[in-house]
């Protein structure tokens, strides 16, 4: 039998170690638990920005070098959308036009009464994708941010300030009364593997966390459990999570994802570079592996998730 | 002293109409109150098709050959929306990319707390137009139609259905609670001259008469009322009021316009085409004015505006 994988998953490094998985594993055998923490309405449309990454990346449809949004995307809707610009228009958060009918559709099922989990099954289906996409809750949860120009929500955070601004404090509104979305805690319990993915230790996987129950399972399922690093060398490869773990007492490192994950992982998968820091690893009583994580080449993706299952099997390559 | 000027008015006809009429008068003595209850929420976004009609039309944006929306439009969301078509995506109502940049923002206001009056004054400003435009009410009305196919919202039953089924009534939900918007009111009882724009009776100037105080107020005001007949020769310009007033048990004609129309007007402009009903009308109480009304030879509106400013002072052209 093929191992049944869950991935708990943010947004552009989950994507991409999850299109990696898919090259080596059956589509069907596969669940994401994807953040909503960064969920936000623009213009009264629902936008779900991790759902879309892991969406639009698995479906070779992502713009590789933007990151985000579809690849072949036109702006007209923005571009027209400055003429009310000095009449309270909201600028500073791009949707293209094939996206927004992404936005539009989710905004008028969710009206109709659907759930975010109806829809979600919905969009991978149209996208044409194999793997089971859950997001984390189908309540409304929002991941705010206290920073040195006041409270912010996440995507006026990261886009609005290009995440140039210091944080000290991070909490999840809404997160104490939400639940796991249908089938997401019978996942993770009957995972024969369970990976959490390189997001952001703090705002993407998070919020994954403080759903009250998921955080439980996870220490349920310690031994099956592993997480890729989403720091490499003490730096984020993109984003903001080295400097926010810092500014938030963690340590930009292996060793400070380690400790964060340690309660509920058995296994840190690490990058060549930091080799010398594995050590620091076992030290908070994890199981290390070392292989080259940095996913922007063909293949670093498939080979990561082969180690990857191989440590929630037990064989742990050093 | 110019005239001051009121327009009770649709959307394609009563666009026209105002186009014409600022053509020959300057626009900060013309308001514009415009029927809402064709207002729907698509996708979550709040459309004003009339607002927007009378807006694109006098700033020369619209798409005149479609008769709605933005010329030069390009249509991509609405394109990649098909891609949901399977999944409960709403494909029936088109909207294009530049024209979505209206909604989305006017959505984002409203959410954000301003009402239906402040946006459109905002909209009419950011398109550059000298002329007031005020929604009939700020309250949610919504125009149903009972129809051979069930009860129909009105964008259901014009663009859904092509205003191709039988209808057996009319009513405008909310209306009774519905307040005029501000502005409303007080630009009827002062204005010098006001015209009922040639727009479908029942349904589109048939909304806004039905706002409590809004048609007392016209009544008020007859003698300086005027209205131009959407009916020539027994048939409509376009769009389905000829139908829908025998459906509703009135004459497709002048003098069945009349009827509707005699307790608050004083002067019906008619077409060149129904001359030989003039009589028809008189007989009804109203005096009569004969000109060319059909707006689509370039200058006809102007003359048009300038007919209906002469009987609204009681120079009736006949």
Redesign the interface.
């Known amino acids: 039998m093929p191992p049944v994988i869950v991935a708990i998953a943010g947004g552009v490094g989950a994507a991409r170690f999850l299109r990696g998985l898919l090259e080596i594993v059956d589509a069907g055998n596969v669940t994401a638990i994807v953040n909503t923490g960064d969920d936000t ?6 936008v779900s920005p991790d759902i879309d990454t892991v969406v639009y990346t698995t479906a070779a449809a992502i713009d590789a070098d933007r990151g985000w949004g579809l690849a072949g995307e ?1 702006w ?6 400055q ?2 610009a ?5 600028t500073w958060f791009n949707l293209g ?9 989710r ?6 009464g ?1 759930s975010l989990s109806e829809v979600t099954d ?2 991978r ?3 044409g994708l194999g793997f089971r996409v859950l997001p984390m809750t189908d309540d409304p949860v929002a991941t705010m941010l206290n920073t040195a120009t006041g409270k912010l929500g996440f995507q006026e955070y990261f886009v609005g300030h290009h995440h140039d601004v210091a944080v000290s404090g991070v909490h999840f509104e809404g997160v104490l009364s939400s639940r796991p979305a249908p089938g997401v805690i019978e996942a993770i319990m009957s995972a024969d593997a369970i990976v959490v993915c390189p997001s952001n230790p703090l705002v993407s996987i998070g919020p994954v966390l403080a759903v009250p129950g998921i955080r439980e399972a996870l220490v349920a399922r310690r031994d099956v459990c592993v997480a890729v690093s989403p720091i490499v060398d003490g730096a984020a490869l993109k984003g903001p999570a080295d400097r926010m773990l810092r500014e938030l007492g963690h340590e930009s490192s292996v060793a400070g994802v380690a400790r964060l994950y340690a309660p509920f992982i058995s296994t840190l998968v690490i990058d060549e570079a930091d080799r010398m820091r594995a050590d620091e690893v076992r030290a908070v009583g994890l199981k290390v592996a070392i292989t080259d994580t940095i996913m922007s080449k063909p293949g670093v993706g498939a080979s990561l998730a082969r180690v990857v299952l191989q440590a929630a099997s037990g064989k742990v390559p050093v």
């Not at 007209?76 to 959308?81: D, G, I, N, P, V």
């Not at 036009?97 to 559709?105: E, F, I, P, V, Y």
């Open positions: 309405v623009f213009h009264g449309l629902h036109t007209t809707a923005m571009e027209s959308l003429r009310y000095d009449h309270g228009a909201l036009d094939r996206d927004l009918a992404t936005h539009l559709w905004t008028g099922r969710l009206r109709d659907a919905q969009l289906h149209a996208w």
